[in-house]
């Protein structure tokens, strides 16, 4: 379309406003249509440019048009018209992304003769009425220097001001305007905007599903620094500081990591027509295809490390920048006092290095590590200079590796990890961590990508909150610490690979290890942590815990109750390094029980049974002076319930109390707790239509269930659930729970899927129990839909363990071998499954 031509036509034939902004927006719709093929043959800042300058084209269509209706055959020279229009923002940069926002600004005089508002009001309108998103400003321009000390986001945008279209003349008047805005008062305008970063980064930290835009190391970030350069240096660019500020080498990375995200964003917006920062989960295959990654994972791990290289690069060369608007001369003295060697110095637990020193040796480096006391230090960006930039010969010195193992043996290794990760130099320390660096983990499970979450582990580690596994930890020996510290930072640095990984990582710890000088014991114990560091979780979470069988066979791959406690508190850090909330009061109820019985079973030397275990568990709770203050009929009937695994998994006094609790049941009793999360305890003789329990409370996540026969036809129902529920919730729940004693109540059940391979039954499980596993999708509703199906099938549940991440759920049902059950087996299939059957 020869859109001028078109725009002549209408304008001679004196047609209306509303068909000059029809055609413009035939024109862009069409023109956005083309956008795909454009990326394909142009991506990166190429991109972005031609996308820039088709629009500064439009733009500058648009108010040559305005002008043509306004003025007629009588248009005025432009330059005379004292009207700019300057682009700003990414528009300004020229790097504006396909739905970002259009940000204008109109800069203008007031001079006889020219009615420029007039004009600016009908230039506006056919932008707006064409469908171009716009973010525009007016002013004149002897206002620009006062707008711009009203808001830090106003001088920010003004900075990145580009002429157009319009008069030329109005533009030169307007740059030396935006010059005094550059120069005045720049220690608080780069005050303001590292304060404003530094917010920013807390809100948008490290991520596996990363905001291209906003997250640390992403365009932002790189504005940021273009921002700090332009008001120190008034450069056009940042290429131009190459050769003062930074080498061409550093800038070359820096430019080639800035450019994959621009093409990742540009392709983000192109698949989601909308402006969408983030690289989530489900558009990361489209995303690949569109940059041309084969490999999905591999095209996030390249992001993931754009946004370090960015990340780092920002954080040393924004600071050497800013360093005379910053610098405290107070502070001179106090520096003089800290000196740690010549140019490094320590002062309020901050490490900081001159840009003056000349890269030191790695050695010596860490050598200024370990001289430190046990606390936990940060580090400024001259310090993170010298480890990014100090040489690294391979293989590591022996003194390497004895330095790094002083560091393993502090009180706080993980902020020197942290050093080490933002430098770019973990994996030429710790060769494992070459494979899994940036290695994302879209399992449903972890937050963060194998090496950000093996460094929160050893912090973890190093920061217990639960008091019960910081004393085992407190009871540790230096070397067992000294090995758990290595342990917990290689337990994931198998992954990536086909096979298992925690047999690789098992194979690739030993030789570390056997550098680091342990004793042969405890590279023993080293490879058999790595090798069984998900065993512990596993066997918690999915199966039934209170099993001999189970915790013997727990134990054969242990060895031993020293690796069962070094196990234990490997499990808790590596659980609190998945992310926030994910190490919750019931996983820790869990990994606690696993660990006592597993201690019983590796504590006696003949094998214990069930009977022998139910006998000992009787005879704790009749010592207790609760149990003697019983009624001897109640004391009876307590002794009598059948269950061995209610008498497994309750203390003495928790089946004391449940005994009371349930003598005074008449038809039904319950009880709501949400002192950590929701839990709900029942009793009752009459018949509970658990299906419409569960059914009515699917839209909260289960726990764990247990259902126990006890005594005079009383079940016990206790149902743990994952989430809080909020005082104004518990009303709602307390109606559910009684209307679930309606047997007629029925709600429509959710439509789960379940296949047949996704269920296993095991009829020998022991003598009197079996067990029903179910390894499906995580949907909301399923365990209401299994609960009705064992209601109808009359099948009695004794406890069920539900586990689920984000996209599975593995539950497991112990039942009762009654009413033919193992004839039934067909039966419960049929039921059970929804899909292929």
Same mark, same amino acid.
């Given at each position: 379309?020869?859109?001028?031509?078109?725009?002549?036509?209408?304008?001679?034939?004196?047609?209306?406003?509303?068909?000059?902004?029809?055609?413009?927006?035939?024109?862009?719709?069409?023109?956005?249509?083309?956008?795909?093929?454009?990326?394909?043959?142009?991506?990166?800042?190429?991109?972005?440019?031609?996308? @820039?300058?088709?629009?500064?084209?439009?733009?500058?269509?648009?108010?040559?048009?305005?002008?043509?209706?306004?003025?007629?055959?009588?248009?005025?020279?432009?330059?005379?018209?004292?009207?700019?229009?300057?682009?700003?923002?990414?528009?300004?940069?020229?790097?504006?992304? =396909?739905?970002?926002?259009?940000?204008?600004?109109?800069?203008?005089?007031?001079?006889?003769?020219?009615?420029?508002?007039?004009?600016?009001?009908?230039?506006?309108?056919?932008?707006?009425?064409?469908?171009?998103?716009?973010?525009? /400003? =007016?002013?004149?321009?002897?206002?620009?220097?006062?707008?711009?000390?009203?808001?830090?986001?106003?001088?920010?945008?003004?900075?990145?001001?580009?002429?157009?279209?319009?008069?030329?003349?109005? %533009?030169?008047?307007?740059?030396?305007?935006?010059?005094?805005?550059?120069?005045?008062?720049? &220690?608080?305008?780069?005050?303001?905007?590292?304060?404003?970063?530094?917010?920013?980064?807390?809100?948008?930290?490290?991520?596996?599903?990363?905001?291209?835009?906003?997250?640390?190391?992403?365009?932002?970030?790189?504005?940021?620094?273009? %921002?700090?350069?332009?008001?120190?240096?008034?450069?056009?660019?940042?290429?131009?500081?190459?050769?003062?500020?930074?080498?061409?080498?550093?800038?070359?990375?820096?430019?080639?990591?800035?450019?994959?995200?621009?093409?990742?964003?540009?392709?983000?917006?192109?698949?989601?027509?909308?402006?969408? !920062?983030?690289?989530?989960?489900?558009?990361?295959?489209?995303?690949?295809?569109?940059?041309?990654?084969?490999?999905?994972?591999?095209?996030?791990?390249?992001?993931?490390?754009?946004? %370090?290289?960015?990340?780092?690069?920002?954080?040393?060369?924004?600071?050497?920048?800013?360093?005379?608007?910053?610098?405290?001369?107070?502070?001179?003295?106090?520096? #003089?006092?800290?000196?740690?060697?010549?140019?490094?110095?320590?002062?309020?637990? #901050?490490?900081?290095?001159?840009?003056?020193?000349?890269?030191?040796?790695?050695?010596?480096?860490?050598?200024?590590?370990?001289?430190?006391?046990?606390?936990?230090?940060?580090?400024?960006?001259? $310090?993170?200079?010298?480890?990014?930039? @100090?040489?690294?010969?391979?293989?590591?010195?022996?003194?390497?590796?004895?330095?790094?193992?002083?560091?393993?043996?502090?009180?706080?290794?993980?902020?020197?990890?942290?050093?080490?990760?933002?430098?770019?130099?973990?994996?030429?320390?710790?060769?494992?961590?070459?494979?899994?660096?940036?290695?994302?983990?879209?399992?449903?499970?972890?937050?963060?990508?194998? !090496?950000?979450?093996?460094?929160?582990?050893?912090?973890?580690?190093?920061?217990?909150?639960?008091?019960?596994?910081? *004393?085992?930890?407190?009871?540790?020996?230096?070397?067992?610490?000294?090995?758990?510290?290595?342990?917990?930072?290689?337990? !994931?640095?198998?992954?990536? /690979?086909?096979?298992?990984?925690?047999?690789?990582?098992?194979?690739?710890?030993?030789?570390?290890?056997?550098?680091?000088?342990?004793?042969?014991?405890?590279?023993?114990?080293?490879?058999?942590?790595?090798?069984?560091?998900?065993?512990?979780?596993?066997?918690?979470?999915?199966?039934?815990?209170?099993?001999?069988? @189970?915790?013997?066979?727990?134990?054969?791959?242990?060895?031993?109750?020293?690796?069962?406690?070094?196990?234990?508190?490997?499990?808790?850090?590596?659980?609190?390094?998945?992310?926030?909330?994910?190490?919750?009061?019931?996983?820790?109820?869990?990994?606690?029980?696993?660990?006592?019985?597993?201690?019983?079973?590796?504590?006696? &030397?003949?094998?214990?049974?069930?009977?022998?275990?139910?006998?000992?568990?009787?005879?704790?709770?009749?010592?207790?002076?609760?149990?003697?203050?019983?009624?001897?009929?109640?004391?009876?009937?307590?002794?009598?319930?059948?269950?061995?695994?209610?008498?497994?998994?309750? @203390?003495?006094?928790?089946?004391?109390?449940?005994?009371?609790?349930?003598?005074?049941? *008449?038809?039904?009793?319950?009880?709501?707790?949400?002192?950590?999360?929701?839990?709900?305890?029942?009793?009752?003789?009459?018949?509970?239509?658990? +299906?419409?329990?569960?059914?009515?409370?699917?839209?909260?996540?289960?726990?764990?269930?247990?259902?126990?026969?006890?005594?005079?036809?009383?079940?016990?129902?206790?149902?743990?659930?994952?989430?809080?529920? +909020?005082?104004?919730?518990?009303?709602?729940?307390?109606?559910?729970?009684?209307?679930? $004693?309606?047997?007629?109540?029925?709600?429509?059940?959710?439509?789960?899927?379940?296949?047949?391979?996704?269920?296993?039954?095991? $009829?020998?499980?022991?003598?009197?129990?079996?067990?029903?596993?179910?390894?499906?999708?995580?949907?909301?509703?399923?365990?209401?839909?299994?609960?009705?199906? $064992?209601?109808?099938?009359?099948?009695?549940?004794?406890?069920?363990?539900?586990?689920?991440?984000?996209?599975?759920?593995?539950?497991?049902?112990?039942?009762?071998?009654?009413?033919?059950?193992?004839?039934?087996?067909?039966?419960?299939?049929?039921?059970?499954?929804? *899909?292929?059957?």
């Amino acid at each position: 379309m020869d859109l001028a031509v078109h725009i002549e036509d209408i304008i001679e034939k004196n047609g209306s406003d509303f068909e000059l902004s029809k055609l413009f927006k035939t024109f862009i719709n069409e023109y956005k249509a083309s956008l795909s093929e454009l990326f394909k043959k142009n991506q990166g800042k190429d991109f972005l440019v031609c996308h @820039t300058k088709q629009l500064d084209s439009i733009i500058s269509l648009m108010y040559k048009t305005t002008l043509r209706r306004i003025f007629g055959n009588y248009l005025p020279m432009r330059s005379s018209i004292p009207i700019a229009v300057v682009a700003l923002g990414s528009y300004g940069r020229e790097q504006l992304c =396909v739905h970002s926002d259009i940000d204008l600004l109109i800069v203008y005089k007031k001079i006889d003769g020219f009615n420029s508002e007039l004009i600016i009001e009908k230039f506006f309108y056919l932008i707006l009425d064409s469908g171009l998103k716009l973010s525009h /400003r =007016v002013h004149e321009v002897d206002d620009l220097f006062k707008a711009s000390n009203e808001d830090i986001t106003i001088r920010t945008s003004l900075m990145e001001a580009r002429f157009v279209t319009g008069s030329s003349l109005t %533009w030169h008047a307007a740059s030396k305007e935006l010059n005094r805005i550059r120069l005045y008062k720049q &220690k608080e305008f780069i005050l303001a905007k590292i304060k404003e970063a530094q917010t920013r980064r807390k809100k948008y930290p490290n991520s596996m599903q990363p905001n291209i835009k906003k997250s640390v190391g992403g365009l932002r970030d790189s504005n940021f620094i273009f %921002w700090i350069a332009q008001t120190i240096y008034a450069i056009t660019s940042l290429k131009d500081l190459t050769g003062s500020l930074y080498s061409d080498e550093e800038y070359k990375e820096y430019r080639v990591a800035l450019e994959l995200l621009f093409r990742v964003r540009s392709a983000l917006h192109l698949i989601t027509g909308k402006q969408e !920062d983030r690289l989530l989960l489900e558009y990361i295959p489209e995303v690949s295809h569109m940059l041309g990654f084969k490999n999905q994972q591999k095209m996030i791990t390249k992001v993931l490390e754009a946004q %370090w290289r960015i990340n780092n690069f920002t954080q040393i060369f924004v600071k050497k920048m800013v360093r005379p608007y910053i610098a405290d001369i107070s502070n001179v003295k106090k520096f #003089r006092h800290h000196r740690l060697s010549r140019g490094i110095y320590e002062l309020d637990n #901050r490490i900081y290095a001159s840009y003056n020193l000349a890269i030191q040796p790695l050695n010596k480096l860490l050598e200024i590590l370990v001289s430190l006391e046990n606390k936990t230090y940060h580090f400024d960006a001259g $310090f993170l200079n010298q480890f990014t930039y @100090t040489k690294i010969e391979y293989p590591l010195k022996s003194k390497t590796y004895m330095l790094l193992k002083e560091l393993f043996k502090k009180r706080h290794m993980y902020c020197f990890l942290k050093l080490f990760y933002d430098a770019g130099i973990l994996h030429h320390l710790f060769h494992n961590f070459k494979k899994v660096l940036h290695l994302p983990q879209f399992d449903g499970y972890h937050h963060y990508p194998v !090496d950000i979450h093996s460094i929160k582990c050893v912090e973890a580690l190093e920061n217990i909150e639960e008091p019960f596994i910081k *004393k085992l930890y407190d009871e540790f020996g230096n070397d067992e610490k000294l090995l758990l510290k290595i342990v917990t930072l290689f337990h !994931d640095t198998g992954k990536g /690979r086909v096979q298992d990984h925690s047999e690789v990582g098992a194979k690739l710890i030993a030789p570390f290890v056997k550098k680091m000088k342990l004793k042969d014991e405890d590279i023993h114990r080293s490879i058999t942590l790595v090798k069984q560091h998900v065993t512990m979780s596993n066997v918690a979470f999915r199966q039934n815990i209170h099993n001999e069988k @189970t915790l013997y066979k727990f134990m054969s791959n242990v060895e031993d109750i020293k690796n069962l406690k070094l196990l234990y508190v490997l499990t808790y850090a590596d659980i609190n390094g998945v992310g926030e909330g994910v190490y919750n009061s019931f996983s820790s109820k869990l990994l606690r029980e696993l660990y006592i019985n597993a201690l019983e079973v590796a504590q006696n &030397k003949g094998r214990i049974t069930d009977a022998s275990k139910r006998i000992n568990s009787e005879k704790r709770v009749q010592k207790l002076p609760e149990f003697l203050e019983l009624p001897k009929l109640l004391q009876k009937k307590l002794l009598g319930i059948e269950s061995n695994l209610f008498f497994f998994k309750h @203390t003495p006094l928790d089946i004391i109390e449940i005994a009371k609790k349930a003598k005074e049941t *008449k038809k039904y009793d319950f009880s709501i707790s949400t002192e950590s999360s929701l839990v709900i305890e029942i009793y009752r003789k009459i018949p509970l239509n658990i +299906g419409y329990l569960l059914a009515s409370l699917s839209h909260l996540d289960v726990a764990s269930m247990e259902i126990f026969t006890l005594f005079d036809d009383i079940k016990y129902f206790k149902i743990e659930f994952i989430e809080h529920v +909020g005082k104004d919730e518990l009303r709602q729940i307390e109606n559910i729970i009684n209307n679930a $004693f309606d047997m007629s109540k029925h709600i429509k059940l959710k439509e789960v899927t379940i296949y047949k391979h996704e269920i296993n039954i095991d $009829f020998e499980h022991s003598l009197t129990h079996a067990e029903i596993n179910i390894n499906t999708q995580n949907q909301k509703g399923l365990l209401a839909y299994i609960m009705e199906c $064992f209601e109808e099938l009359g099948i009695n549940i004794v406890s069920a363990k539900i586990h689920s991440t984000k996209h599975k759920v593995r539950d497991s049902f112990l039942i009762e071998k009654q009413n033919e059950l193992c004839n039934n087996v067909e039966k419960i299939y049929k039921l059970l499954i929804t *899909k292929g059957k």
